[in-house]
């Protein structure tokens, strides 16, 4: 594989851009391989790539059912950060987080990773409290996080409604320096390729009709281009775990809910940072072609959709309104809408599963994008040893039998409720 450079770049100037290199191959299914990846989506394709690139494990194939980033990952806000409250949760998003700082580097592919900063806002002293103790416990763990005062809000973001008539009053924020967006459609095109030139096989529209297990294990696969044998198998498919699942037997702790997102027609720069609201569960950004992305709370039904319904866009856009009025100028451009595996203590199942070499990764509720080098990190080590990474231990699917959630929301036995 050639690496990308800016001398290419301006050799492909001269001719017409006929020289690139197809990014990845497309091969036939092998009759058997040592690790299959269900699902070519950003966390499938991260694992195929780390279980090549550091474990030495290149016997894989990734079965994607429709196109490579056809799925969550390229239906999401692209936002990227590790400012959560337990430490659970920091010490898998944080080691995904410093992932992402040098991945554009290691994957030579551009992800646009902007590190522009994301806040809460503050909308009342109860708020600020919380956001005080997030804080806390980010600094204690090691994690950037430094309060705001409205002034400081004020400055960063001054296009945010602060007149005394304001529908969302903002008393302040906390903010993670560190956080930002990345390109997410590049994130699996970047993976796959870094992958395909380690000798991934990358096979598209190959759906996985079937699990075989026998005496307790799983030794293949059934798809629809054939039988496929393997040693190891890994679950990986964001919004239809638990159909998947389904094909060895398995029931999960998972609901499957629609998340919805769009954006306004492209304006000049106006939001220099990601502002995320958790009292009105709105979360802005600006994209790099100078679109708002807008995203809110899910579709609080099950559903294996990816249309969601009017009312929730309206809902969000007066919400967006409400903290910048000058945001109801702006026209829609487009929706879409991803399945998200809700799962029922809010935070992800990375682990084995009661059949022997399944593996399952899923359950991210809508938090799964910004954990991609990470999960894929993680997940290859489990892959390929069998045995859990310290960091994913607290994430195993018995942890449901056990009693040991992991409520990032502190909501309950509810999928996400807030």
Known sequence: MKRYSALGLLRGGFDGHKSWERAWRAPEPK???????????????????????RHGVR?????????IGGGNTGRNTTIVRSNYRLPEMQ??????????????????????????GAVFLGHSDSDMTL??????????????????TREQVRRLCPLLDFSPAARYPVVGGLIQKRGGTARHDAVAWGYARAADALGVDIIQNCEVTGIEVEGGKAVGVQTSRGRIAAGRIGICVAGNSSHVAGLAGLRLPIESHMLQAFVSEPVKPMIDTVIMSQS?????????????VL?????????????GIPIRIEEVAGQAIGLIPALSRLRMLRCWSGVTDMSFDGAPIIGPTPVENLYLNGGWCYGGFKATPGSGRLYAHLLATGEPHPITAPFQLD???????????????????R
Not at 131 to 148: F, K, S, T
Not at 280 to 292: A, L, N, R, T
């Open 59 to 67: 016997n894989v194939a990734v079965l994607e059912k429709g196109w």
């Open 280 to 292: 009105v569960h709105c979360y802005i950004s600006q994209s790099d072609k100078g679109e708002i």
């Open 295 to 307: 995203g809110g709370d899910p579709e609080l039904y099950p559903s294996y959709s990816q249309r």
């Open 131 to 148: 956001l005080a103790q997030r804080g806390d416990a980010l600094r204690c763990n090691g994690i950037d996080a430094e309060i705001l």
């Open 31 to 53: 009759a058997r391989y040592d690790v299959v990846v269900i699902g070519g989506g950003g966390h499938g394709l991260a694992t195929a790539y780390y279980l090549a690139s």
């Open 399 to 417: 942890r449901f039998e056990r009693g040991a959630m992991v409520d990032e929301a502190a909501s309950g036995p509810l999928p996400q409720s």
């Open 91 to 116: 010490d898998l998003l944080e080691f995904s987080l410093k992932l992402w700082e040098g991945l554009s580097q290691e994957l030579n592919y551009n992800l646009m990773f902007s590190q522009r």
